[in-house]
């Protein structure tokens, strides 16, 4: 029994498609607040007209001046033309550019992604939004990476927060949160359109619409497709693991009084990712979100959000999957005295999940319907104006699996001199059950099970957190965030009785500490030139407890670089040229071993005319091919070096 | 990884060198903008020649209290003129002070102060700018309101008039107009 795949080997072959629920807080709550700097040059601003000023989205939601650099938390920003100029032709691409996750593209179609640590093809503990609606699924607790594709020019920001954020988002947010913020319609008016190909991204096509009416309802409708080439074996040979995806959908937005705004959004996508190779997967699915969103006075508001997703894959092994879910969300903020402002909120999810199983790979019960009721409050304390504020806030969580679960957590935000911050916070954050980890049954031939039904309880952590942000001059911004994770009852796979050691059980075997710290920085050299880029250290010392006998020797839950290093430059030359690089040193993975790398996107645009803009990109240039995880299953990929042209019309 | 090592090490070395202008800052998105609308402002508004010492004497943009701006207001001035006149950036504690000032943007956290500030400031022809709440009802002049994440403008004519200023209609027309007491 050398390494038990603890999760289900043919589900992580399968790997990815779903798109659900969540807290849709993100518009009025902390990260929001943490815009990117240097986004608004003055000389772009200064041409623009009055009318055109006051168009401009402002995200600093709250309506007091916040400084960017007072956030008490590790964020790191990614906006949309970072993620334009790196040549990211996915969500997973643009999310290498937040050097504060683990990213690792395992074959043509799945990605590895977490956030301090614990990084895995089914890493369980990042709690991803799309627009306020969640997309990690609770069949295993993580995303299926291989349908999250809203297309790339609609994103407005990527909020990375890296550390536990349960205390807002609730279940999930162990290691991080996600957000993935699209442009409001207002900002997409007019014809967009972009097509290319290239060697790996073989071919891609993107049109999108947007129109106004005046002083009412904004529009935006777009439809996108592409399909990738394989992967290549580490035998040598075609993985045969190609990938297609189309998508169409649509994105409202009015300001149905001067105090109120309205947004209605709706996405369907159909995809065929093959990680296997030679027999792609049929995943569909779609999602329809509304949210009202209303000013109450100055510093308070009131948001009701609701939305609804269905997911559905197709194996075509007989095994299928579907959830739908359903989701309300409602927060009001205020004031409260001179000096505290109060977020609280209340949510309810319901998630429809069935499987047709085989006679060897099952979810019993089939049919499951799971609840999720919670409730949050948060109180921002200034203590000292301007230079010390204290957060006090906690989650309050019922799920079916195990109850009652509270997030609390503590941060203080010092600002010793002015856009000087030093933070620090102490939370507490838990990983609640998925349905993989308690209704999966694994059988030899009937009646014989290999992995059984299992008892296991949520996997905690308790973080605390100390970091520094400064804004340094107009055109630096830095920031270190370090911390100590301590953990306990992290998930393994417990051999049953002798002699043969089966059925295997989930148990919460495992208990220690992560450690590290992140830096990141963004420098404006020039106007023309502009640097972003991080490192990051993590350092991990997990054990078993005492009664464990985990089948992978507490090793199977992750497999992370101790040191990985990422900058990315965009440079703007004369005769409307740009050239962009990003360059990423990651560090090997221990367990299963992957060699340290080092890889190279380079981007080339011209614009021969304002609205058209010609591109070529290069992705991994420095090798032929390279690995950059090894799952348990499917076998071993390597990522080939791949270059696409694409043209554009805007 | 030794080389990772090495890059990391210049890396931080090079991106946490502070620069001389380290006391400065940067504003957050809603102030660039905001910094931006202030330079619109004096292109759209005419002061009595009589404000300006000299016919060449700077065009001046104050901030009264707590700078929100940071080093951007400057940025955005910068080489820039407006009838002859360049434009200046200049920062007081105390509106006794501005009285030399063509547009005075007061924070928002003088809030407890504006009606005062307001009072002494009467008299000059002095175009007063703020985000503060009730800012146009206590008599000042544009307000600025952060509505659906966007910027708008109330202003109140009548306060400018008062001021022997001309506010242009291209200003005005995208504008609320408000009055004293109202808001």
Not at chain 1, 159 to 177: C, H, I, M, T, Y
Not at chain 1, 235 to 253: K, V
Not at chain 1, 422 to 430: G, I
């Amino acid at each position: 029994m050398a390494r038990i795949d603890a999760r289900g080997s043919r589900l992580q072959g399968a790997g990815a498609g779903f798109a659900l629920t969540a807290a849709g807080l993100i518009l009025l709550v902390a990260p929001a607040r943490a815009q990117q700097p240097d986004s608004l040059s003055p000389s772009a601003l200064k041409r623009l007209s009055l009318e055109q000023l006051m168009d401009v989205e402002v995200i600093s939601v709250s309506r007091r001046p916040e400084k960017l650099s007072s956030t008490a938390s590790a964020i790191q920003v990614i906006t949309g033309e970072d993620i334009r100029r790196a040549g990211a032709s996915s969500i997973p691409e643009a999310l290498r550019l937040a050097t504060n996750l683990q990213v690792a593209q395992v074959n043509a179609s799945q990605w590895a992604v977490s956030a301090r640590g614990f990084n895995n093809v089914l890493a369980n503990k990042l709690l991803v939004l799309i627009d306020g609606r969640t997309i990690y699924t609770p069949l295993y607790s993580g995303v299926f990476w291989d349908v999250q594709d809203p297309p790339l020019e609609s994103i407005d920001r990527i909020e990375v927060v890296s550390g536990p954020g349960g205390a807002l988002w609730g279940a999930n947010a162990v290691n991080g949160v996600i957000n993935i913020i699209t442009k409001s319609a207002r900002e997409t008016q007019g014809l967009y359109a972009e097509g290319g190909g290239g060697t790996e991204l073989q071919g891609f096509g993107e049109v999108r619409y947007g129109a106004r009416i005046p002083s009412g309802p904004a529009v935006r409708v777009y439809g996108m497709g592409f399909g990738r080439s394989s992967t290549a074996l580490t035998t040598g040979g075609d993985a045969q693991d190609s990938w297609s995806l189309g998508e169409g959908g649509f994105r409202m937005d009015w300001d149905a009084s001067a105090a109120d705004g309205v947004t209605l959004q709706a996405d369907y996508y159909d995809g065929r990712p093959d990680p296997d190779g030679g027999s792609s997967i049929i995943a569909r699915g779609g999602n329809a979100i509304g949210r009202w969103a209303r000013k109450l006075s100055e510093g308070a508001g009131l948001q009701v959000q609701a939305y609804f997703d269905r997911t559905w894959r197709d194996f075509r092994n007989g095994f299928t999957e579907g959830l739908s879910t359903y989701d309300v969300d409602a927060q009001h903020r205020f004031p409260l005295g001179r000096r505290q402002e109060v977020v609280w909120g209340l949510s309810a999810r319901l998630m429809d999940h069935k499987t047709e199983n085989l006679p060897l790979f099952a979810f019993e019960p089939a049919h499951r319907t799971l609840h999720r009721y919670s409730a949050f409050v948060q109180d921002e304390i200034e203590l000292i104006p301007e230079r010390l504020s204290l957060t006090l806030g906690s989650k309050f969580e019922h799920n079916d699996y195990t109850g009652f679960e509270v997030q609390p957590s503590v941060r203080l935000a010092w600002s010793p001199l002015d856009r000087h911050t030093v933070w620090a916070a102490v939370s507490r954050a838990v990983k609640t059950p998925s349905r993989l980890d308690r209704d999966f049954v694994l059988s030899l031939a009937p009646g014989i099970p290999i992995i059984d039904q299992s008892d296991l309880q949520s996997e905690e952590v308790l973080a605390t957190e100390l970091g520094w942000r400064a804004q340094l001059e107009a055109k630096l911004t830095a920031s270190i965030s370090t911390f100590y994770n301590d953990y306990d009852n992290i998930r393994t796979a417990e051999p049953g009785p002798p002699p043969f050691g089966i059925p295997i059980t989930f148990g919460n075997g495992v208990r220690g500490h992560t450690y590290g710290a992140e830096l990141a920085a963004v420098y404006q050299a020039t106007g023309r030139w502009r640097l972003r880029g991080g490192y990051t250290f993590l350092k991990k010392d997990l054990s078993l407890k005492p009664g464990s006998n985990d089948a992978n020797g507490a090793t199977a839950e992750s497999d992370d670089p101790e040191h990985q290093f990422l900058v990315q430059s965009m440079t703007d030359l004369p005769g409307r040229v740009q050239v962009d690089a990003v360059l990423r040193l990651v560090d090997e993975l221990p367990d299963p071993r992957v060699p340290g790398y080092g890889e190279l996107d380079v981007r080339l645009a011209w614009k021969p005319i304002e609205r058209l803009e010609l591109s070529v990109a290069g992705q991994n240039l420095l090798h032929d091919e390279h690995a950059e995880f090894i799952p348990s299953s499917p076998s071993p990929r390597r990522i080939e070096r791949a270059v696409y042209g694409k043209v554009t019309w805007r | 990884m030794r080389d990772l090592l090495l890059h990391v090490v210049m890396w931080v070395a090079v991106s946490t060198t502070p620069s001389s202008s380290f006391a400065q800052g940067t504003a957050t998105p809603e102030y660039q903008l905001k910094a931006v609308f202030l330079f619109n402002f004096a292109q759209f508004v005419d002061w009595p020649s009589s404000t300006f010492p000299a016919p060449d004497s700077p065009l001046a943009i104050c901030i009264l209290g707590q700078d929100p701006f940071g080093a951007y207001l400057d940025e955005t001035v910068r080489g820039e003129a407006i009838n002859g006149r360049p434009l200046a950036v200049r920062r007081y504690q105390r509106p006794e002070e501005a009285t030399g000032c063509q547009i005075l943007f007061i924070s928002r956290k003088e809030t407890d102060h504006l009606p005062e500030a307001l009072d002494s400031l009467e008299g000059h022809s002095i175009l007063t700018v703020s985000d503060a709440d009730r800012f146009t009802s206590l008599g000042g002049m544009i307000r600025f309101v952060t509505e659906h994440n966007r910027i708008r403008l109330h202003i109140n004519l009548g306060a400018a008039k008062a001021a022997n200023l001309t506010i242009s209609s291209k200003l005005l027309r995208p504008a609320q107009i408000v009055s004293k007491g109202g808001d």
